[in-house]
C-alpha cells in the first residue's frame, strides 16, 4: 500500500535529517516537520488513506529542501577533495608520497558513498576536512622527499671531490661549497624544504664544478710531479758525466 511505503520513506529520511543535525540548520522546521510525521501516523492510524499520503509527502519534501543547502555543499566538498588530490599529484606525490595519493582517494570513495548511499552530508563535510589535512601533510611528505633525495645526491659528489682530493687541489672552492651544502642540511633538518628544493639545484653544478676543477687541478699535479722526476734524473746523469 503506498500509504505505508510513504510513511516508510517518511521515517526514514527524518533519520537521514537528524544525522545531518538538522535542528542546527532550522530548529522550529525541523520541529514542524516531525510534528507533520506524527499526524501523518495519525492519519494512517485511523486508515484516511489519501490524507496521510499528501502528509508524508510533504515532510519528505520539506526535509530535501532543510537539507538541500548542505547537501549542494557536500557536493561542492567532494569536487574540493578531488581538486586536492590533482594538486597532490602535480607536486610529485606519485613517486615520492604514495600513501596520501591512496588516503585521498579513499577519502573521495567515502565522501561518495556517504553522499550517494547514505545521505550522510554532515559526515561527508567532515571527511573533506580531513582530506584537507591529508593533502597538507602529504604536499609536507612529498617535499621531504623530493628534497632528500636531491641532498643525498649532492652529498655523494661531495663525497667524490674529497676522494679526488678537493680540499688539496681546490681548497678554496672547496671550503665554499662545502659551508654551502652544510647550510643547505640545515634547512632541510629544519624542514624549510621549498628552501631546500630552491637552492639544491644552484648548489650540485657549483659541485660538479668543484669536481672538474679538482680533477684537472689534480691530473697537472701528477704531470708536474713526473716531469719533476725525470728532470731530477736528467740533472743526475749529468752529474755523472760532467769532469771532476
Known sequence: ?????????ANFWIKVAKDNQASAINADQFTQIQTDNENGLTLIGKEKWDKSIAVFQKVISDIDFLLKNLQNESKTGLAEVNQLKDELLKEGATENAPEYVEKLNQRIAEIQNLIDRDYNYRRALFVRDQARQDKLEGVIQTKKVKSQKQ???IENLMDEATNLGADLYALQNYRAVTKDFENLLTKFYDENFDTVLVQAPDLKPKVQALILETKQKGAQAKMDAVQAAINSLTDGKARIYLPG
Do not use: G
Not at 500500500?1 to 520513506?9: I, P, R, T
Open 1 to 9: 500500500q503506498y500509504a505505508n511505503y510513504l510513511k516508510e520513506q
Open 151 to 153: 641532498i643525498t645526491e
